[in-house]
DNA sequence: TCAACAAAAGCAATCGATTGCCTAAAATAA
DNA sequence: TTATTTTAGGCAATCGATTGCTTTTGTTGA
């Protein structure tokens, strides 16, 4: 019985000791080895005022006592703590999986971690995001806005708090931050204009939400590129938030019923978009690229794989990534680079494929 | 010329101040009240002690003040941060993009914040970013292996840290951790099953890194399945680590030369292995589904789109995400679960499509 | 052998929030 | 009115690493 009682009693201890295991820290090296926890610090991080025996006994023992420093510690003490924090709508769309890879890449070789949230397309939830991070005190935040965007204040907040302030692709264009953007409007008018070249005179525009910079700037490449080009702008033939696979079809299906319908589609929002253009025109026995020409945008995995394979613009996301992390890096001390409005613009690239080859 | 100097101290200062703004703490919070700390943290948190009166003052006080938490203080102190790890081999694919969104749905629920890390597929960088973790005193790791993955001492260390350990799709079968698997084997089998139920009788496979559970658990569904229905193994029609696009061409391509090249391909991989065959197929103008099957794994978005459209097979990741992350929460305070190797298992679903209805 | 100096190690404050314990004040009961 | 109990608020230690300053030890040169 009393066996039963103490097996008992060891069970909980253990259970305890595997809940909270006491972390080794620079305490207990000290005292192991009867030194100051100074010393031990100082080994540890290389610093000087500390013999080469010591210290080497002291990385011993450390390694020995499998010892971790405590970040969350050291960071309070030197108020700079490692971490990065991203904003993006969703982690699992290409574009901002890919950026995100990018800005790892260049975070992870300087020793940097990321913090990544998601805003989910709400304008609430992004606020809720920034505060996270600012309670974190994060070295700086990245991010690229929710659809659902509406004033800044929160933006400015992270300014406030003196946090470095990254927006790139989707922009609160009136704050003074550092930007990395895409050139939508060249891109869109790039795309518009060689489909006029190929012969295509009613081009459609499938458009997203007008409160995002990035889908303005693209329906102003392509008015950019009617206007140069001399055709009229045919308000029936502008749709509105078609950013999705179905919202692209819908929209194509009221297109193709039109008594002039269009003889080309320029889907801006997206490839799915495009891909939902395509799926309808193909079940209406349209012929693509003859009787209409589509094209999409983002450059999405499976534009190759579609037929006819669909003509898209290329993003450069990864290297748009890895742009955005250097640009943090790059100055990261300078206080006055911040707010001298620094925007980097990446040329997005025209993939022409069979879609638009008339 | 004192006063361009003046200016110039100004400057500087404007410059540091911009850089390191002094935040706003509870002390200064407590001594513009004339009140201690201690009554403004409690005030903060909801604890007891403080009168409605002072209370309400306090919160204002802190509004106007533009005061924010520093979590990593008040990390320091509890001992709890609420931040959950995770690491992955690449951010970018759709299964772990998926699987992150997941889980982050769940931790946002709760509060918490995801840090991630990638591992690109390599072994030493996982061993990092297991260091980076655990110095960061995050709450769970939560992990699916690399395909360099070789031993397990960095995960084992993970738990000596006291720190609860999720794996997930890949992972290390011998170590003793909570883990939320696909049942890879059942879901090959009934894939299997359903091509020989077709009328295939050759069936080639496709295999990955045997040193990953999961393909290692593909391959036995395939071979059960044989075994079951009484075909043959036959040696020649395993191809080893076809694992991408271009390697599951290479494979296919030196299936489709031999004597007896078989009637159908199981890309256990990817459905980028399936898309690779998919494409030497019709390039050697061989039918696909009437001369040759075709299975993918994975579900992605193009397998629609490809023509004829691809079999597969669906992980269900988002769930998965989910899953893992619930997985934490049930059983966040129970030493004992850990130990208890608890294992969830989410059965996929096999999607027919036309390239193996013959 | 001793002064002068350098190197090594110790001391103690600090970062900012939390929390157990204690005291003062207010509210209630006797 | 006094005794007793709540309630509000203050005090100080704590989490673990870092770092300026001081003290001790060791080394070099005279």
């Known amino acids: 019985m009393h066996i039963y009682i103490l097996l008992c009693l060891f069970e909980i201890s253990t259970i305890y000791t595997m809940k909270q295991p006491k972390r080794v820290t620079i305490y207990d090296i000290a005292k192991k080895l009867n030194l100051n926890p100074s010393s031990v610090s100082r080994a540890l991080n290389n610093g000087g005022n ?50 995100i ?44 806005v929710s659809a659902d965007f509406k004033d800044s204040s929160h933006l400015e907040n992270i300014q406030k708090q003196g946090i470095p302030l990254i927006q790139f692709d989707r ?10 953007l895409n050139d ?3 891109a869109a008018m790039e795309a518009v204009s060689h489909m006029i070249a190929k012969g295509y005179k009613r081009i459609a525009l499938l458009e997203g939400p007008q409160n995002l910079n990035i889908f303005r700037q693209r329906k ?11 055709l009229p702008v045919i308000p ?14 819908t929209a194509t299906r ?38 209409l020409g589509i094209c ?10 579609a037929n006819p394979s669909i003509t898209t613009i290329d993003q450069h996301s990864i290297l748009m990534g890895k742009t955005i992390a250097q640009l943090y890096f790059n100055e990261p001390d300078s206080g006055i680079s911040i707010s001298k409005n620094q925007i980097v613009s990446i040329r997005p690239e025209l993939i022409i494929r069979d879609s638009t080859l008339k």
């Open 254 to 291: 009221k297109l193709l019923k039109l008594a002039q319908p269009p003889d080309a589609i320029f889907a801006s929002t997206s490839d799915f978009a495009a891909l939902g253009a395509l799926e309808v025109a193909t079940g209406m026995n349209i012929q693509v690229p003859q009787q």
């Open 220 to 230: 102003a490449g392509y008015l950019r590129a009617l206007k140069k080009h001399n």
């Open 171 to 180: 922009v609160a264009d009136e704050l003074d931050t550092m930007k990395v």
């Open 184 to 186: 939508n409007e060249s």
């Open 296 to 305: 999409g945008y983002s450059n999405e995995s499976f534009g190759t794989i």
């Open 50 to 99: 500390v013999s080469i025996a010591t210290k080497e006994l002291i990385l011993k023992t450390a390694e020995e006592m499998n010892y971790k420093v405590n970040s969350v510690a050291a960071n309070l003490r030197t108020g700079n703590n490692q971490t990065i924090g991203v904003i993006v709508p969703h982690i699992n769309q290409n574009f901002f999986a890919n950026v």
């Open 236 to 249: 029936e033939l502008i749709m509105e938030n078609a950013w999705t696979k179905e919202l692209g079809a």
């Open 101 to 144: 890879a990018g800005i790892e890449e260049v975070t992870y070789q300087k020793g940097y971690s990321l913090v990544i949230c998601q805003s989910n397309e709400s304008a609430e939830r992004e606020i809720k995001c920034v505060d996270t991070l600012t309670n974190q005190h994060v070295s700086c935040i990245i991010i690229s």
